[in-house]
């Protein structure tokens, strides 16, 4: 983390910001439907089979058990949003969006039968987590970021094999589903390796190596 992205974060971008306001607030609004239509909100995974309920898993990371399971994720993504806002255009985070919802659903529905039920972001959020510190190790693997992305793997595999973070286990009233973050991250970091890789790719299209651009105009010369 050079100097440069420091300073960029102590900027306020209006910009930037827009994605993840939007975000919260249709989170928000999911919450207070799902005081409206409790039912048929939360992932379900008979629901999803049997009753052929296909918008819960959707819904299903639209929703939390209650405000304060709500309020710890708006303050996630608001931290996402500081860090890694600028890494990425919306239609890029869009991506990584749908990609970490995926990884979600087809993790439950295929590796983790057991499951049944669902609610909360923090899956899609390590998703766009994951997707932001790819980000930075891409262009600025400097020590700084190694570190934070290696906590962060350190989050990750504690929550896998020990179970939730005892601080966010005490605070919570609902279980923490570590898979849900195990498999938004994977998803989040897919997603933006290959944006990453496609970003190069053209890049490197429309601005070809010097050494190629010498031997172009060199060429050029002769035939003239």
Request: with cysteine; aromatic share 12%; proline share 4%.
């Amino acid at each position: 983390m050079n100097l440069g992205r420091l300073s960029q974060l102590a900027r306020l971008d209006a910009v930037a910001w827009r994605a993840p306001f939007v975000l919260a607030l249709v989170l928000v609004a999911m919450q207070w439907l799902s005081g409206v239509l409790p039912a048929t909100m939360p992932y379900d995974r008979s629901g999803v089979l049997t009753g052929h309920q296909f918008h819960r898993l959707l819904t299903g990371h639209l929703v939390h058990h209650d405000w304060v399971h709500l309020a710890w994720n708006l303050a996630g993504l608001a931290l996402v949003g500081w860090l890694f806002a600028r890494d990425f255009v919306l239609r890029d985070w869009g991506v990584i969006l749908i990609a970490s919802t995926i990884a979600i659903d087809v993790g439950f529905l295929v590796f983790t039968p057991q499951l049944a039920w669902y609610v909360g972001f923090s899956g899609v959020l390590h998703g766009l987590m994951a997707a932001g510190l790819c980000a930075w190790l891409w262009r600025t693997p400097d020590a700084i970021t190694v570190f934070v992305a290696l906590v962060f793997a350190l989050k990750l595999g504690w929550e896998h094999f020990m179970g939730p973070l005892p601080f966010t286990a005490e605070t919570l009233d609902v279980p923490v589903i570590h898979a849900a973050h195990t498999y938004g991250a994977l998803g989040g970091t897919v997603a933006a390796l290959w944006l990453l890789w496609r970003r190069r790719a053209v890049a490197g299209r429309y601005n070809p190596p010097d050494n190629e651009s010498g031997r172009s105009a060199a060429s050029r010369g002769n035939r003239r």
